[in-house]
Nanobody, 122 residues
Framework: QVQLVESGGGLVQAGGSLRLSCAAS????????MGWFRQAPGKEREFVAA????????DYADSVKGRFTISRDNAKNTVYLQMNSLKPEDTAVYYC???????????????WGQGTQVTVSS
């Protein structure tokens, strides 16, 4: 079992920054590829970013490339999403997810957090 808890969301003005955190427990964090997803009201969940279990590979949605950075600290069992130059269209509930298979890129995420709200005002 893997438990994921997101934190760091909030209200920010356009152009501002937030850093989201996702704390993992329940199994070896270093064996998990991790991803961030988001879902706006009335819209489908969309991929944001992913990082391999070793941290050696990352992937980003085109909409956030150059603005968001995913990272991980395996010693702290935590993955981060640094969000800069935020836009109103970034407003969504952000979820972290874990893929237990050690392949890249992950195509299926097995565990999900509860989500944290990010609201960007214009």
């Amino acid at each position: 079992q893997v438990q994921l808890v997101e934190s760091g969301g909030g209200l920010v003005q356009a152009g501002g920054s937030l850093r989201l955190s996702c704390a993992a427990s329940g199994r070896s964090f270093g064996s998990l590829a991790m991803g961030w997803f988001r879902q706006a009201p009335g819209k489908e969940r969309e991929f944001v970013a992913a990082i391999s279990w070793s941290g050696g590979n990352t992937d980003y949605a085109d909409s956030v490339k150059g603005r968001f950075t995913i990272s991980r600290d395996n010693a702290k069992n935590t993955v981060y999403l640094q969000m800069n130059s935020l836009k109103p269209e970034d407003t969504a509930v952000y979820y972290c997810a874990a893929a237990i298979l050690g392949s890249w890129p992950p195509k299926w995420y097995n565990h999900w957090g509860q989500g944290t709200q990010v609201t960007v005002s214009s």
